[in-house]
C-alpha cells in the first residue's frame, strides 16, 4: 500500500506503524450503528406526514423503485440498511430478500419487519459478493446505496447480475461521488467514537482521482486510555477536524498542515493503539457506473436524478401556496405518480438512479 504515491503522510505512517488489517464497511461503519437511517425514515419510524419533504421524497422513490421492478416475484435488495426499500415496498410484492453482511443490520432489518407485521420479507446475513442463491432465483434486484459499499462494486454487480433471471431488472441508486467531493481532488478528516467500553480514532481519506475512499479504525486501549485525563482529552477534542491535503496552501500561503491534527498527532496515539483496521471503496462515479454495468452484462441502462427534483419543486410550491393543509394533495399518490414518471421518463446518464436489465 505504501508504494501507493497517491497515499497521505498520516496514511503512511498508519501504514508502516500500525500494520492496519483489512476490513469492511459492513464491520467497522454499519455494525457500529444501531440505527443506518437515524431511525427517521418514514413508516419504518415515523408515520407518514404529508407537511414533510422528506416524506414526499421517500414516497417518490418508493413508487419509482417499485415500479422499476415491474411485476417481479421474487426480489432481492442489497444491503437494506434499517430494511429500505425492501420493508417499503412488500406490500406490492410476492417475496423480498435482503442480504447485508452486517448481523447487527439483519438484526434490526428483522426487528422493524417484526414491529411493522410484515411477514413476505426474509433477511439473511450474506455479502453481495458472495451470493449464495442460484443463478437466475431473482427477477429483480434492487440495492440503495449499498454498491459502492462493497469492497469490489463489479464483483458485486456480477454476482447481482447472475441471480437475477434471463430478462430481469436491477434498480439501483448509488452515491455518485463526483458529487460527493465538489470541485476539490479531496479530503482527510479525523474523528474519534468514545462509549464506556471502546475508543475508536477514525481517519478518513477521500480522493476523486482515481475516486476513492479509506477509513482506517484506531481502536485504542480504553482502560489506558481512562488512566491518562490528557490522552482522553486530545482523543474527545478531534471529532470532525477536517485536514487540508498536504501541500494545499492557508491563507497567508503557508501550507495548512498543522502537526496538530498530523503525524505527530497520531504518533503520540501509537502507544495507546492495541489494534488498527481499514478498508478501502472504489466509489462510482456517473462517467463509470454505465461502464461497470455494460461490462458485467447489462444492457437498456437508464437513469434518472434520485433527489426527484420536479417533485420537490412540486412540494415546495404547494407549501409556499399554503396547500398542504388537512386537505392538500394525498401524498401517497401524489409523490408515487411523480416517481412512476421520473422511471417512465428515464434515460441516458447522468442520473444516480440506475435501471439496467439483463439481456432475456
Ligand atoms: C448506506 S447503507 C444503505 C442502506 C439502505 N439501502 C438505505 O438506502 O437506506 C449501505 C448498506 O449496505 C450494506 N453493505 C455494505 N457492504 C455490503 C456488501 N458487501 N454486501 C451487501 N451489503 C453491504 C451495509 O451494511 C448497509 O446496510
Given at each position: ?134 443463478d437466475g432465483s431473482f ?51 479525523l474523528r474519534s467514537e ?167
Amino acid at each position: 500500500m505504501n508504494e501507493d504515491p497517491t497515499r497521505t503522510d498520516m496514511e503512511r505512517w498508519i501504514i508502516s506503524n500500525l500494520n492496519p488489517a483489512p476490513s469492511t464497511t459492513a464491520e467497522l461503519m454499519y455494525e457500529r450503528m444501531e440505527s443506518q437511517s437515524g431511525r427517521c425514515l418514514p413508516v419504518l419510524y415515523e408515520p407518514l406526514d404529508h407537511t414533510k419533504r422528506s416524506h414526499w421524497h421517500d414516497e417518490a422513490l418508493i413508487g419509482a423503485f417499485a415500479h422499476a421492478l415491474d411485476d417481479a416475484s421474487a426480489i432481492l435488495d442489497v444491503g437494506p440498511g434499517d430494511g429500505w426499500p425492501a420493508l417499503r415496498i412488500a406490500d406490492r410484492f410476492k417475496k423480498i430478500i435482503g442480504i447485508d453482511p452486517s448481523p447487527r443490520r439483519v438484526r434490526v432489518q428483522r426487528e422493524n419487519a417484526e414491529r411493522l407485521g410484515i411477514d413476505n420479507v426474509e433477511f439473511l446475513v450474506m455479502d453481495a459478493e458472495e451470493i449464495t442463491f442460484k443463478d437466475g432465483s431473482f427477477g429483480a434486484v434492487t440495492a440503495a446505496s449499498s454498491i459502492e459499499q462493497c469492497g469490489n462494486p463489479e464483483k458485486a454487480l456480477q454476482e447481482v447480475f447472475r441471480v437475477l433471471a434471463p430478462g430481469g431488472t436491477l434498480a439501483m441508486i448509488f452515491e455518485d461521488y463526483d458529487s460527493c467531493l465538489g470541485a476539490g481532488e479531496g479530503d482527510e478528516k479525523l474523528r474519534s467514537e468514545l462509549t464506556s467500553k471502546e475508543a475508536v480514532v477514525f481517519y478518513q481519506v477521500r480522493r476523486k482521482s482515481p475516486p476513492r475512499e479509506t477509513w482506517y479504525a484506531l481502536f485504542l486501549d480504553r482502560e489506558r486510555l481512562n488512566a491518562d485525563p490528557e490522552f482522553l482529552e486530545a482523543v474527545e477534542n478531534i471529532n470532525e477536524t477536517p485536514l487540508e491535503l498536504e501541500g494545499t496552501p492557508g491563507d497567508d500561503g503557508s501550507a495548512l498542515r498543522s502537526e496538530t491534527f498530523g503525524v505527530t498527532l497520531l504518533a503520540g496515539f501509537a502507544p495507546l493503539v492495541a489494534d488498527t483496521k481499514y478498508f478501502e471503496l472504489n466509489h462510482l462515479t456517473s462517467g463509470t457506473v454505465d461502464e461497470l454495468l455494460a461490462r458485467v452484462g447489462f444492457t437498456d441502462i437508464r437513469h434518472l436524478d434520485h433527489r426527484m427534483p420536479e417533485l420537490l419543486a412540486f412540494f415546495d410550491a404547494a407549501q409556499s401556496a399554503g396547500k398542504l393543509g388537512p386537505d392538500g394533495p394525498v401524498l401517497d399518490v401524489v409523490a408515487e405518480v411523480f416517481g412512476i414518471s421520473a422511471v417512465e421518463r428515464a434515460g441516458e446518464g447522468p442520473g444516480d438512479f440506475v435501471i439496467a436489465r439483463k439481456p432475456g
